[in-house]
Protein backbone atom coordinates (compact mmCIF):
# COMPACT_ATOMS: atom_id res chain seq x y z
CA UNK A 1 0.00 0.00 0.00
CA UNK A 2 1.15 3.72 -0.91
CA UNK A 3 -0.06 6.69 1.28
CA UNK A 4 0.39 10.28 0.96
CA UNK A 5 0.01 13.08 3.74
CA UNK A 6 1.66 16.47 4.95
CA UNK A 7 2.07 18.73 7.28
CA UNK A 8 1.75 22.73 7.55
CA UNK A 9 4.93 24.39 8.80
CA UNK A 10 4.88 27.65 11.51
CA UNK A 11 6.68 29.75 9.38
CA UNK A 12 3.77 28.97 6.86
CA UNK A 13 1.36 29.53 9.63
CA UNK A 14 3.01 32.85 10.18
CA UNK A 15 3.04 34.40 6.66
CA UNK A 16 -0.56 32.79 5.83
CA UNK A 17 -2.64 33.71 8.93
CA UNK A 18 -0.16 36.09 10.52
CA UNK A 19 -0.24 33.68 13.76
CA UNK A 20 2.59 34.47 16.28
CA UNK A 21 4.55 31.12 17.88
CA UNK A 22 5.71 33.39 20.80
CA UNK A 23 5.91 31.73 24.86
CA UNK A 24 2.50 31.66 25.44
CA UNK A 25 1.61 29.50 22.88
CA UNK A 26 3.66 26.58 24.28
CA UNK A 27 2.58 27.45 27.81
CA UNK A 28 -0.98 28.17 27.71
CA UNK A 29 -3.29 25.56 26.79
CA UNK A 30 -5.86 27.94 25.52
CA UNK A 31 -3.87 30.23 23.75
CA UNK A 32 -2.04 26.91 21.43
CA UNK A 33 -5.52 25.65 21.59
CA UNK A 34 -7.06 28.55 20.01
CA UNK A 35 -4.46 29.10 17.36
CA UNK A 36 -4.28 25.44 16.51
CA UNK A 37 -7.46 24.95 15.32
CA UNK A 38 -7.27 28.41 13.40
CA UNK A 39 -3.64 26.74 11.38
CA UNK A 40 -6.22 23.43 10.94
CA UNK A 41 -9.57 25.43 9.59
CA UNK A 42 -6.97 26.94 7.24
CA UNK A 43 -5.68 23.69 6.22
CA UNK A 44 -8.99 21.93 5.38
CA UNK A 45 -10.26 25.54 3.12
CA UNK A 46 -7.56 26.00 1.54
CA UNK A 47 -5.91 22.62 0.80
CA UNK A 48 -9.42 20.44 0.47
CA UNK A 49 -9.19 16.99 -0.37
CA UNK A 50 -5.51 17.17 0.42
CA UNK A 51 -4.34 14.91 3.53
CA UNK A 52 -2.47 18.15 5.12
CA UNK A 53 -2.77 19.72 8.30
CA UNK A 54 -1.24 21.93 10.53
CA UNK A 55 1.35 19.95 13.06
CA UNK A 56 5.23 19.33 14.10
CA UNK A 57 7.49 17.76 11.37
CA UNK A 58 7.39 14.46 10.75
CA UNK A 59 5.62 14.15 14.39
CA UNK A 60 1.53 14.34 14.38
CA UNK A 61 -0.31 11.51 12.32
CA UNK A 62 -3.45 13.37 10.12
CA UNK A 63 -5.26 10.19 10.86
CA UNK A 64 -5.13 10.01 14.33
CA UNK A 65 -5.44 13.78 14.72
CA UNK A 66 -8.65 15.17 16.47
CA UNK A 67 -10.32 18.42 16.29
CA UNK A 68 -11.20 17.63 20.11
CA UNK A 69 -7.35 17.54 21.02
CA UNK A 70 -5.45 20.26 23.10
CA UNK A 71 -1.76 19.75 23.36
CA UNK A 72 -0.59 20.06 26.65
CA UNK A 73 3.19 21.18 26.65
CA UNK A 74 3.66 20.20 22.62
CA UNK A 75 7.54 21.41 22.52
CA UNK A 76 9.80 19.57 20.47
CA UNK A 77 11.58 16.64 22.85
CA UNK A 78 14.99 17.54 23.13
CA UNK A 79 13.90 21.25 24.16
CA UNK A 80 12.03 19.65 27.32
CA UNK A 81 14.73 17.41 28.69
CA UNK A 82 16.83 20.77 27.81
CA UNK A 83 14.95 22.70 30.26
CA UNK A 84 14.83 20.27 32.77
CA UNK A 85 18.73 20.01 32.72
CA UNK A 86 18.74 24.33 32.94
CA UNK A 87 18.73 25.14 29.07
CA UNK A 88 16.06 28.71 28.56
CA UNK A 89 13.45 28.30 26.28
CA UNK A 90 13.74 30.25 23.28
CA UNK A 91 10.34 30.89 21.27
CA UNK A 92 10.41 32.32 17.53
CA UNK A 93 7.32 34.10 16.61
CA UNK A 94 7.38 32.60 12.75
CA UNK A 95 9.32 29.14 13.61
CA UNK A 96 10.29 26.59 15.62
CA UNK A 97 11.09 27.31 18.75
CA UNK A 98 15.12 26.26 20.33
CA UNK A 99 16.68 26.04 23.53
CA UNK A 100 19.82 27.75 24.49
CA UNK A 101 23.37 25.80 23.51
CA UNK A 102 25.17 23.18 25.28
CA UNK A 103 22.95 22.72 28.34
CA UNK A 104 25.19 20.30 29.70
CA UNK A 105 28.86 21.58 28.23
CA UNK A 106 31.34 21.81 31.09
CA UNK A 107 29.68 20.25 33.64
CA UNK A 108 30.18 16.71 35.27
CA UNK A 109 28.35 13.08 34.67
CA UNK A 110 27.64 13.67 38.52
CA UNK A 111 25.83 16.70 38.59
CA UNK A 112 23.15 14.95 36.00
CA UNK A 113 19.84 14.13 38.04
CA UNK A 114 18.27 10.45 38.34
CA UNK A 115 15.82 10.05 35.22
CA UNK A 116 13.10 9.92 38.01
CA UNK A 117 14.44 12.89 39.45
CA UNK A 118 13.04 15.08 36.47
CA UNK A 119 9.85 14.45 37.79
CA UNK A 120 10.35 16.91 40.33
CA UNK A 121 10.98 19.67 38.19
CA UNK A 122 8.39 22.30 38.24
CA UNK A 123 7.67 22.46 34.63
CA UNK A 124 6.74 18.85 34.74
CA UNK A 125 4.28 19.99 37.68
CA UNK A 126 3.00 22.49 35.21
CA UNK A 127 2.16 20.21 32.42
CA UNK A 128 0.82 17.71 34.71
CA UNK A 129 -1.44 20.12 36.45
CA UNK A 130 -2.77 21.77 32.98
CA UNK A 131 -2.88 18.00 31.78
CA UNK A 132 -5.28 17.44 35.05
CA UNK A 133 -7.43 20.73 34.35
CA UNK A 134 -8.51 19.74 31.46
CA UNK A 135 -9.35 16.37 32.35
CA UNK A 136 -11.70 18.50 34.84
CA UNK A 137 -13.32 19.94 32.55
CA UNK A 138 -16.98 17.70 32.17
CA UNK A 139 -18.22 20.79 30.33
CA UNK A 140 -15.75 21.09 26.77
CA UNK A 141 -14.42 17.73 27.25
CA UNK A 142 -11.50 17.58 25.52
CA UNK A 143 -8.56 15.47 25.41
CA UNK A 144 -5.13 16.27 26.58
CA UNK A 145 -2.67 15.53 25.03
CA UNK A 146 0.74 15.40 26.71
CA UNK A 147 4.33 16.41 26.53
CA UNK A 148 6.10 13.79 24.09
CA UNK A 149 3.14 12.90 21.84
CA UNK A 150 1.06 14.66 19.23
CA UNK A 151 -1.89 12.99 18.75
CA UNK A 152 -4.79 10.25 20.05
CA UNK A 153 -2.92 7.58 18.18
CA UNK A 154 -0.60 6.89 21.57
CA UNK A 155 2.86 7.00 19.61
CA UNK A 156 5.46 8.74 21.59
CA UNK A 157 8.04 11.25 19.66
CA UNK A 158 11.45 11.50 21.34
CA UNK A 159 14.82 12.92 20.26
CA UNK A 160 17.46 10.56 19.36
CA UNK A 161 20.10 10.09 22.26
CA UNK A 162 22.81 11.09 19.68
CA UNK A 163 20.92 13.72 18.40
CA UNK A 164 20.12 14.96 22.20
CA UNK A 165 24.14 14.57 23.13
CA UNK A 166 24.43 16.95 20.68
CA UNK A 167 22.00 19.65 21.92
CA UNK A 168 22.78 19.73 24.76
CA UNK A 169 26.84 19.21 24.73
CA UNK A 170 27.61 20.60 21.19
CA UNK A 171 28.83 19.44 17.86
CA UNK A 172 32.30 18.37 20.65
CA UNK A 173 30.43 15.20 21.22
CA UNK A 174 31.03 14.53 18.17
CA UNK A 175 34.50 14.06 18.82
CA UNK A 176 34.25 12.69 22.62
CA UNK A 177 32.38 9.84 21.20
CA UNK A 178 36.37 8.77 19.40
CA UNK A 179 38.61 10.22 22.52
CA UNK A 180 35.70 10.00 25.25
CA UNK A 181 34.02 7.10 24.26
CA UNK A 182 33.01 5.78 28.21
CA UNK A 183 32.03 9.04 28.63
CA UNK A 184 29.78 9.46 25.98
CA UNK A 185 27.92 5.94 26.40
CA UNK A 186 27.04 6.71 30.25
CA UNK A 187 25.21 10.10 28.73
CA UNK A 188 23.68 8.18 26.00
CA UNK A 189 22.17 5.79 28.15
CA UNK A 190 21.22 8.23 30.18
CA UNK A 191 19.79 9.94 28.25
CA UNK A 192 17.65 7.31 26.66
CA UNK A 193 16.80 6.65 30.66
CA UNK A 194 15.14 10.03 30.69
CA UNK A 195 13.06 9.81 27.72
CA UNK A 196 11.77 6.31 28.82
CA UNK A 197 10.79 7.79 32.13
CA UNK A 198 9.17 11.21 31.04
CA UNK A 199 7.39 9.03 28.08
CA UNK A 200 5.81 6.99 31.05
CA UNK A 201 4.82 9.50 33.03
CA UNK A 202 3.14 11.26 30.47
CA UNK A 203 1.48 8.48 28.96
CA UNK A 204 0.28 7.70 32.67
CA UNK A 205 -0.63 11.04 33.60
CA UNK A 206 -3.21 11.62 30.30
CA UNK A 207 -4.28 8.04 30.14
CA UNK A 208 -2.82 7.76 26.98
CA UNK A 209 -1.28 3.91 26.85
CA UNK A 210 2.13 3.64 24.85
CA UNK A 211 1.47 2.11 21.27
CA UNK A 212 4.95 3.32 19.79
CA UNK A 213 7.76 5.43 19.60
CA UNK A 214 8.95 8.08 17.25
CA UNK A 215 12.91 8.53 17.65
CA UNK A 216 14.23 11.08 15.92
CA UNK A 217 17.85 10.63 15.05
CA UNK A 218 18.34 13.60 13.19
CA UNK A 219 22.24 13.78 13.54
CA UNK A 220 22.49 10.24 12.23
CA UNK A 221 23.73 10.91 8.90
CA UNK A 222 26.69 13.01 10.52
CA UNK A 223 29.36 9.98 11.23
CA UNK A 224 30.06 6.55 10.74
CA UNK A 225 28.09 3.90 10.53
CA UNK A 226 30.22 2.15 13.35
CA UNK A 227 29.60 5.04 15.66
CA UNK A 228 25.76 4.54 15.27
CA UNK A 229 26.25 0.63 16.11
CA UNK A 230 28.61 1.87 19.27
CA UNK A 231 26.21 4.32 20.83
CA UNK A 232 23.20 4.90 19.31
CA UNK A 233 22.01 1.01 18.80
CA UNK A 234 22.20 -0.13 22.42
CA UNK A 235 20.89 2.64 24.09
CA UNK A 236 18.08 2.65 21.38
CA UNK A 237 17.20 -0.88 21.47
CA UNK A 238 16.44 -0.09 25.55
CA UNK A 239 13.92 2.31 24.46
CA UNK A 240 12.35 -0.21 21.97
CA UNK A 241 12.55 -3.21 24.78
CA UNK A 242 11.28 -0.73 27.23
CA UNK A 243 8.81 1.54 25.59
CA UNK A 244 7.25 -0.14 22.32
CA UNK A 245 8.01 -0.48 18.77
CA UNK A 246 10.31 2.17 17.21
CA UNK A 247 9.72 4.30 14.32
CA UNK A 248 13.50 5.66 13.08
CA UNK A 249 13.97 8.57 11.86
CA UNK A 250 16.94 9.92 10.02
CA UNK A 251 16.86 13.36 8.24
CA UNK A 252 19.76 12.92 5.72
CA UNK A 253 21.07 10.42 3.67
CA UNK A 254 21.46 7.61 5.57
CA UNK A 255 21.95 4.42 2.66
CA UNK A 256 25.40 3.68 4.71
CA UNK A 257 23.74 3.42 8.09
CA UNK A 258 21.18 0.77 7.24
CA UNK A 259 23.08 -2.20 8.19
CA UNK A 260 23.26 -0.65 11.78
CA UNK A 261 19.50 0.31 11.81
CA UNK A 262 19.10 -2.76 11.26
CA UNK A 263 20.28 -4.16 14.59
CA UNK A 264 18.10 -1.85 16.60
CA UNK A 265 15.60 -4.37 18.86
CA UNK A 266 11.95 -3.74 17.98
CA UNK A 267 12.54 -1.31 15.34
CA UNK A 268 8.80 -0.99 13.35
CA UNK A 269 9.73 1.30 10.84
CA UNK A 270 11.81 3.99 9.10
CA UNK A 271 11.39 7.79 8.54
CA UNK A 272 13.91 8.55 6.11
CA UNK A 273 14.99 11.24 3.93
CA UNK A 274 14.47 11.35 0.14
CA UNK A 275 17.98 10.78 -1.31
CA UNK A 276 18.29 7.41 1.12
CA UNK A 277 17.81 4.19 -0.85
CA UNK A 278 14.89 2.39 -1.26
CA UNK A 279 16.03 -0.23 -2.76
CA UNK A 280 18.56 -1.54 -0.38
CA UNK A 281 16.32 -0.31 2.65
CA UNK A 282 14.07 -2.83 0.84
CA UNK A 283 16.48 -5.88 0.56
CA UNK A 284 17.31 -5.26 4.44
CA UNK A 285 14.37 -5.12 5.97
CA UNK A 286 11.73 -6.84 3.51
CA UNK A 287 8.39 -5.43 2.16
CA UNK A 288 6.58 -5.62 5.40
CA UNK A 289 8.46 -2.67 7.07
CA UNK A 290 6.57 0.27 6.67
CA UNK A 291 8.64 3.18 5.15
CA UNK A 292 8.02 7.17 5.40
CA UNK A 293 9.78 9.02 3.13
CA UNK A 294 10.33 12.75 2.45
CA UNK A 295 11.01 14.57 -0.94
CA UNK A 296 14.09 16.69 -1.09
CA UNK A 297 13.79 20.36 0.01
CA UNK A 298 15.17 21.22 -3.43
CA UNK A 299 12.17 19.75 -5.38
CA UNK A 300 9.81 21.00 -3.63
CA UNK A 301 11.89 24.71 -4.41
CA UNK A 302 11.76 24.02 -8.04
CA UNK A 303 9.81 25.99 -9.84
CA UNK A 304 9.57 22.87 -12.40
CA UNK A 305 7.64 19.78 -11.34
CA UNK A 306 9.66 17.67 -13.34
CA UNK A 307 12.56 17.13 -10.80
CA UNK A 308 9.79 15.70 -7.19
CA UNK A 309 7.86 13.91 -10.45
CA UNK A 310 11.11 11.94 -10.72
CA UNK A 311 12.46 11.60 -7.57
CA UNK A 312 8.72 10.32 -6.91
CA UNK A 313 8.94 7.08 -9.53
CA UNK A 314 12.75 6.66 -8.66
CA UNK A 315 11.26 5.85 -5.41
CA UNK A 316 8.21 3.94 -6.54
CA UNK A 317 10.56 1.50 -8.22
CA UNK A 318 12.82 0.69 -5.93
CA UNK A 319 10.05 0.34 -3.00
CA UNK A 320 8.78 -2.29 -5.69
CA UNK A 321 5.58 -3.23 -3.87
CA UNK A 322 6.30 -2.78 -0.19
CA UNK A 323 4.66 -0.34 2.40
CA UNK A 324 4.94 3.27 1.80
CA UNK A 325 4.17 6.79 2.70
CA UNK A 326 5.02 9.80 0.77
CA UNK A 327 5.62 12.60 3.70
CA UNK A 328 5.95 16.13 3.20
CA UNK A 329 6.33 19.49 5.33
CA UNK A 330 5.40 22.53 4.22
CA UNK A 331 7.62 25.92 4.06
CA UNK A 332 6.87 29.48 2.50
CA UNK A 333 9.70 29.20 0.10
CA UNK A 334 8.44 25.63 -1.14
CA UNK A 335 6.53 25.85 -4.94
CA UNK A 336 3.03 24.28 -3.63
CA UNK A 337 2.53 22.65 -7.42
CA UNK A 338 5.21 20.40 -7.00
CA UNK A 339 3.27 19.10 -3.65
CA UNK A 340 -0.16 18.98 -5.87
CA UNK A 341 2.33 17.32 -8.35
CA UNK A 342 3.49 14.57 -5.97
CA UNK A 343 -0.17 14.02 -4.42
CA UNK A 344 -2.03 13.35 -8.41
CA UNK A 345 1.05 11.25 -8.95
CA UNK A 346 0.50 8.80 -5.73
CA UNK A 347 -3.31 8.60 -6.12
CA UNK A 348 -3.21 7.54 -9.71
CA UNK A 349 -0.59 4.78 -8.38
CA UNK A 350 -1.98 1.24 -8.46
CA UNK A 351 -1.24 0.49 -4.86
CA UNK A 352 -2.91 3.78 -3.84
CA UNK A 353 -5.81 2.62 -1.95
CA UNK A 354 -8.91 4.06 -3.26
CA UNK A 355 -11.12 2.86 0.14
CA UNK A 356 -8.28 5.89 1.73
CA UNK A 357 -10.55 8.13 3.80
CA UNK A 358 -10.17 11.61 3.07
CA UNK A 359 -9.21 13.87 5.66
CA UNK A 360 -12.56 15.80 7.62
CA UNK A 361 -13.37 19.09 6.40
CA UNK A 362 -14.88 19.75 9.87
CA UNK A 363 -11.90 20.95 11.76
CA UNK A 364 -13.62 23.43 13.85
CA UNK A 365 -12.93 23.50 17.51
CA UNK A 366 -14.56 23.85 20.96
CA UNK A 367 -14.65 27.79 22.28
CA UNK A 368 -15.22 28.72 25.49
Not at 29 to 54: H, Q, V
Not at 171 to 191: A, R, S
Request: overall charge negative; aromatic content about 10%.
Amino acid sequence: MITISGTLSKAWMAKTLGVAFDRDYYFDPEKRYAIDCKCNEYAAEGFSGMRLFYSESNLGQIDYWDKDQIQIGGIQPNLILGMLLGADFVHRDSSDADITASCLAGRSLVDLPSPEGLLEHPLIALFDEQIRQVQDDSQRQLRPIPPFFWDLSGRATIHGVMTSAQKFLGETFFMDMMTKPQQCLEIVHWTADAFIVLCRHFSKIAKLPITSIHVGECSSCMVRPELIERFVVPATSKIGRQVGPIRLHSCGPSTNHLEAFFQIENLHSLDLGGDTSIKRVRELFGKEMPISVGPLPSDMSSESTHPILRWAKRIVEENDGGNLEYIYHLEPSYNVNTIYALTDFVKNLPDFPNSQSEPSTDRRCKWK
